[in-house]
């Protein structure tokens, strides 16, 4: 009788491993753009462009020992967009959507604070959608394009 239930067990678990290990019918969908500060705002204005061609690189970093886990690079498209699709749970990682190089000479410094951007990847925390939407990414342009003087006047605070 012991023999049996051992065995049934050892089946059991081996039937758990298998549905683990398998990945998700629908994958995680991992979207964002990155763009171009042409005034050196320091965040996006509606001078900024989008820049077809960067490198963006989704990395999943395990939460206790930072050991890479999981890493996967896409380009952006002609709107300077990407989408990276993971078919597997993240539960207990730090996923982040990095930027790898620019296509454009001109702005291909990375702008600070606009590097990365950070993706939940699990289906264990209440969201419904397998659509994960980044922060935008951007780097800077080595100059200011003409006419942001006026443009960064929008942006200005004014007392009253």
Known sequence: MSKAVLLFALCFLQVLAIIAARPNKNPFVVRGRVYCDTCLAGFETSASTYIPGAVVRLECKDRRTMELTYSHEARTDSTGSYKIL??????????????????????????????????????????????????????????AMPGCAEIMKLYQETED
């Open 86 to 143: 993971v078919s597997e749970d993240h539960d207990d990682q730090f996923c982040d959507a990095t930027l790898v190089r620019s296509s454009q000479l001109r702005c291909s410094n990375v702008s600070p604070g606009h590097d990365r951007a950070r993706v939940t990847l699990t289906r264990f925390n209440g969201i419904a959608s397998d659509e994960r939407f980044a922060n935008s990414l951007g780097f800077v342009r080595d100059a």
